[in-house]
């Protein structure tokens, strides 16, 4: 579902991300790369595409590393036990998926500041945030989970000033 939600919504709104994606030294970070569905998916949509995925949870990472593999793209999706809050890439990705959701706000914000460092100059990050628009419902729902799952419980705008804060530019 993300891969399919990066593809066709935000994909189209990054002017030039498309190319970026297509190009053979393509580069995605996916911070939070649980059992490593969404990198897998992404791989597989974008042929040119190879993915560092990074989690500090080992279980999640014994899924990943077999899904990976089972899907054939072990030569393309690179998995690390690592947090984001010890990310020391530099200049390295085009777009960085940043699950927020799982992690906690105190290393979301310094995971943040590593995920920028990280990018390319003009690279693109998505974060997940509430939408405002929901209905109450869906927002207290959208609340419930990132408070069960430990990530910070930003509304959009406080998520947008967050990256403001971080450094990141043209935030929307």
């Known amino acids: 579902m993300h891969a399919h939600t990066v593809t066709r919504e935000i994909v189209p709104v990054c002017a030039g991300l498309a ?96 995920a920028l460092s990280a990018l390319r100059p003009g690279g693109w990050i998505s974060i997940g945030s509430p939408n405002d628009a929901a209905p109450p419902a869906v927002s207290a729902l959208f609340r419930l989970r990132e408070t069960q799952w430990g990530g910070p419980v930003w509304t959009q705008a406080q998520a947008e000033q967050v990256l403001r804060d971080t450094g990141f530019v043209e935030v929307q």
Do not use: C, H
């Open 19 to 114: 190319e970026r994606f297509r190009a053979r030294d393509a580069k995605l970070l996916d911070v939070g790369v649980g059992v490593a569905g969404t990198a897998i998916a992404l791989a597989q949509m974008w042929p040119e595409l190879r993915i560092v995925g990074i989690d500090p949870w080992q279980p999640s990472l014994r899924l990943a590393r077999e899904n990976v593999d089972r899907a054939g793209l072990a030569e393309r999706i690179e998995l690390r036990e690592q947090g984001v809050e010890s990310l020391e890439d530099q200049s390295a990705y085009d777009y960085v998926y940043f699950a927020n959701t799982f992690i906690p706000e105190r290393l979301a914000r310094v995971g943040l500041e590593r």
